[in-house]
């Protein structure tokens, strides 16, 4: 992913469609650990952008994301310990956790 300035730095749509070029050649796979970041009722959400702009896949919300849930299933993914490849990590932790807040979009 591009490394935005870190002061206050808000990032939009078109800054991602801006640095498309960089975010294809990495190919992330991104965790969006944001309210609403894969809201379907408006179908260019933040995911769907990411998609379009070559992300392999992204992890979102489409709705609001408790706090310490959200910590909670971040802290597990992060672990060292983690499975692999991290989308199945990723439904096993939810299943351990009980925490099924988040969607998965695939490109």
Do not use: K
């Amino acid at each position: 992913m591009p490394d935005p300035p870190s002061v206050g730095t808000i990032i939009t749509a078109e800054y991602l469609r801006e640095h498309r070029d960089q975010i294809t050649a990495n190919a992330p796979f991104v965790y969006l650990f944001a309210c609403e970041a894969g809201d379907l009722n408006n179908l260019q959400n933040f995911a769907s952008t990411l998609l379009d702009c070559g992300a392999l896949g992204v992890v979102a919300s489409q709705n609001t994301l408790g706090a310490n849930e959200g910590r909670t299933l971040l802290r597990r993914l992060l672990d060292e310990q983690r499975g692999t490849p991290p989308v199945q990590d990723f439904f096993q932790a939810q299943r351990d956790l009980v925490f099924r807040e988040m969607e998965v979009f695939l490109g």
